[in-house]
């Protein structure tokens, strides 16, 4: 990247490996980068919202709705943007984009398990008791197995 620094590509794939060892703060200067020399990279833009979600949610916003102006129709970003809007606190518009996601891929097991967390901002634990014991009785194996099976746990408890 010193030798090159306009290889997006090697940014992206930089990016990723940091994302993956959680070391955002390199991963968002990546992506950042990547932004900055293509402000349409719409994987760089969604990458960026993603990582600044919690961080920095008004500016995520930004990113996302970026991405998805460039990208309507990709369920990934549209995933990723009712992510961050539950983070700007605007989980009715987030509940919206969800659903739009899982008309697009009604089998994403992370967008399931998105759906049941933006239920649980907007208050419906019993709506998303149903959606997580749907999510984990089905056959296969998902990234987010865990995550889902603890969230449930979470509910019962309450």
Do not use: C
């Not at 990247?1 to 940014?11: F, K, N, S, V, W």
């Not at 900055?36 to 961080?55: C, G, I, P, T």
């Not at 920095?56 to 930004?62: F, G, I, S």
Request: aromatic share 4%.
């Amino acid at each position: 990247i010193g030798e090159h620094p306009q290889d997006l590509q090697m940014r992206m794939s930089l990016a990723d490996l940091y994302a993956m060892d959680k070391q955002d703060a390199r991963a968002i200067a990546q992506y950042e980068a990547v932004v900055k020399a293509d402000e349409r990279h719409v994987v760089a833009l969604n990458n960026l919202a993603w990582s600044l979600r919690k961080s920095k949610p008004k500016q995520a916003l930004a990113y996302a709705e970026r991405a998805n102006q460039i990208a309507p129709d990709a369920a990934s970003l549209i995933d990723t943007l009712a992510m961050v809007l539950v983070e700007n606190g605007e989980n009715q518009k987030a509940q919206t984009q969800i659903e739009r996601a899982l008309k697009l891929e009604p089998n994403n097991p992370g967008m399931r398990l998105h759906a049941a967390q933006i239920r649980i901002a907007l208050g419906d634990t019993d709506g998303a008791a149903l959606i997580l014991k749907s999510l984990l009785g089905g056959k296969g194996d998902f990234a987010e197995r865990a995550e889902a099976e603890a969230l449930l746990a979470s509910l019962k408890k309450n």
